[in-house]
């Protein structure tokens, strides 16, 4: 039986970073983080990981590039475990289905999301699970860890609603938090 695939979303931005990272994988040290943008920017609010990489990248020189990379992960995050083998430590940005008020920030540690994939995690989440099993069995797992936003409507549009507009300060607010924890660890991933 054949199974259609569906159509991915790839930019231009997405293929330049996703190619530099795999040519340049044997040429550096492991960074620190990688910071993953993911989600669907024609689909309202599951956009908004990768909107937040945006504004993360026009932000690039208040980073330090030997640690940290911004990555528009769009909606192919089991396609790109082979780049988890670059990094310590993995932070999504993502929506985050909890039932609560469109605009709510959360932060997940990796535990958590195991035991309550059922009811929060985006597919892209559950996919990225699955790619952290996939780089353990290549030799390299990194931590994971998820700055997720409730969403108010995924329909089709390339804007997000008010309601995240409005929360969206505060959800880069908090990335940036774990950012900065995150890059101030010992070198070991938590």
Known sequence: MCKRIPPRIFTKDTFYTIYQLYNNRNLRTV???????????????????????????????DWDETLVD???????????????????????????????VPGTVFSLEEESLRK????????????????????????????????????????WGTEITPELKKAFPDFLAVTRKHIREILATSDQAV
């Open 70 to 100: 911004f990555v528009d992960g769009g909606t192919f995050t089991q396609d790109i475990f082979y780049l988890f083998e670059e990094f310590e430590n993995i932070l999504v940005l993502d929506i985050v289905r909890a039932g609560q």
């Open 31 to 61: 960074k620190k983080l990688l910071v993953l943008g993911v989600g669907n920017t024609l689909m309202k609010d599951e956009g908004i990981g990768v909107h937040a990489i945006y504004e993360f990248w026009k932000e690039r020189d």
């Open 116 to 155: 309550e994939k059922k009811q929060m995690l985006s597919l892209h989440d559950i996919d990225l699970l699955d790619s952290l099993g996939m780089a353990q069995m290549r030799g390299h797992r990194p931590y994971l860890r998820v700055i997720g936003i409730e969403p108010k409507q995924i329909d």
